[in-house]
């Protein structure tokens, strides 16, 4: 089933080319906020599975872009993401690490991503899988991980690199507010037989810039949650994202229409917003590692260029 909020966070069900509205099966929820919606929803699954899916078939849909989509998981308490987790050609598996995203950071299926007022060398986002969790998670076994998983949705892991000083990188350059876009659905698991087995495409402004494969993870789905849940523990409707290759980062600038696709989860799409109207030379790390280039692609104008540093 895919999952969606929509309009005003009413819980809807995505079939065909539709969304239907099915915020009648849980009507008599009062959450405080629709991640006490989602999160009840996940954790008495088997309670309104078949009331969700009565009501969705009772019902007329409406087009999709005829609705505004909400973030599907709007406000998880924990989003974690693994780091360098695709092998990318290497032949030993990379050491396991991971980070934090702020929830703030959390938007949806044509919102923006807005590029902030910082001396960053360039803007990035990056396609990944992510996971949702489904049950409360603390130092399950790999064996046990996918059991503890509700569903999947689309995720861009948006970056913003090299920002001065260099300590606490990651928090830095992760946990911007707009810079984790997902959805537009939560597609449920039985609907994902196999999540390491999944193309995963990004396109900007209609170019196809990543085209991989999950089968390509140094460290799997499964590993990945236990990972994350030897450090914490993971709560329903928490994420997961899994990584992703590096070949086609490239950088993001104002008026980017970025595109999302991973296996049958839906297309994501958001726009890219900077005020600053900073351009950078169109290059992917692939296109800079061929021509025996190091670091990312020069800005070529606006505010942070060398020359508007130094004058």
Not at 166 to 195: H, W
């Amino acid at each position: 089933m895919k999952l969606l909020f929509f309009n005003d966070f009413r819980l809807g069900v995505f079939d065909g080319d539709c969304v239907i509205d099915v915020s009648g099966a849980v009507a008599d929820l009062a959450p405080a906020h629709p991640q006490d919606l989602l999160t009840a929803v996940i954790t008495r699954w088997p309670e309104f599975q078949d009331k969700i899916r009565q009501e969705a078939e009772q019902r007329t849909g409406v087009p999709l872009d005829s609705v505004r989509v909400r973030p599907p998981v709007p406000r998880p308490l924990n989003i974690d993401c693994m780091a360098r987790n695709y092998m990318e050609g290497a032949t030993e598996r990379p050491a396991v690490n991971g980070f934090p995203k702020t929830p703030h950071s959390i938007v949806g299926h044509g919102d923006r991503m807005v590029l902030p007022d910082i001396p960053a060398t360039v803007f990035e986002g990056e396609a990944e899988l992510a996971v949702v969790i489904g049950r409360r998670a603390h130092n399950v076994s790999v064996d046990e991980a996918l059991d503890h998983v509700f569903g999947y949705t689309n995720l861009i892991d948006g970056s913003a690199r090299g920002i001065p000083p260099r300590q606490n990188a990651f928090y830095q350059m992760k946990s911007r507010e707009t810079f984790c876009p997902i959805g537009p659905f939560l597609v449920t698991a039985d609907e994902v037989p196999d999540p390491q087995n999944l193309p995963v495409r990004l396109w900007t402004n209609g170019n196809l810039m990543q085209d991989f494969n999950t089968e390509d993870m140094a460290y799997s789905v499964a590993e990945s949650i236990a990972f994350v849940s030897s450090l914490h523990t993971l709560e329903p409707g928490d994420l997961v994202a899994t990584g992703t290759t590096h070949g086609g980062l490239h950088p993001l600038m104002h008026g980017d229409v970025v595109e999302l696709e991973v296996g049958d989860l839906g297309r994501l799409r958001i726009d890219v917003h900077d005020d600053l109207g900073r351009t950078w030379k169109r290059e992917t790390r692939h296109d800079r590692a061929l021509a025996g280039l190091n670091g990312t692609p020069p800005q070529l104008s606006g505010k942070y260029t060398p020359e508007t540093v130094q004058a």
